[in-house]
């Protein structure tokens, strides 16, 4: 049975960093492509940032590109999302997902990604 749960959410002031995690359970993360999202209120859920599996890639949506990096650690079968120089834009519920199939391609598409987690909140005040 597949589960991610994320933790590291919270509160911080612009400039601030936070560091998200998303604990895997029910698959090996190094073969599939997983991904970060988020949803700020009113607006639709979107891509932040994903990273493919065996020999992974890693893309970022323009809005945190130089400012967010995803990694992976296949040992504890976790993934990260590193958010520094986060900005009251940033300010939305993170989610992490995972695709259905192993050795896939990535994807910015929610309809690609088929198990997500409950999703941490993050809050940046100016």
């Known amino acids: 049975q597949v589960q991610l749960v994320e933790s590291g959410g919270g509160s911080v002031q612009a400039g601030g960093s936070l560091r998200l995690s998303c604990a895997a359970s029910?698959?090996?993360?190094?073969?599939?492509?997983m991904g970060w999202f988020r949803q700020a209120p009113g607006k639709e859920r979107e891509g932040v940032s994903y990273?493919?599996?065996?020999?992974?890639?890693?893309y970022y949506a323009d809005s945190v590109k130089g400012r967010f990096t995803i990694s992976r650690d296949n040992a504890k079968n976790t993934l990260y999302l590193q958010m520094n120089n986060l900005q009251p834009e940033d300010t939305a519920m993170y989610y992490c997902?995972?695709?259905?199939?192993?050795?896939?391609?990535?994807?910015?598409?929610?309809?690609?990604?088929?198990?997500w987690g409950q999703g941490t909140q993050v809050t940046v005040s100016s």
């Open positions: 990273i493919t599996g065996p020999s992974p890639s890693t």
């Open positions: 029910g698959f090996f993360t190094s073969r599939f492509c």
């Open positions: 997902a995972v695709v259905r199939a192993p050795f896939s391609a990535g994807s910015w598409s929610t309809d690609d990604y088929t198990y």
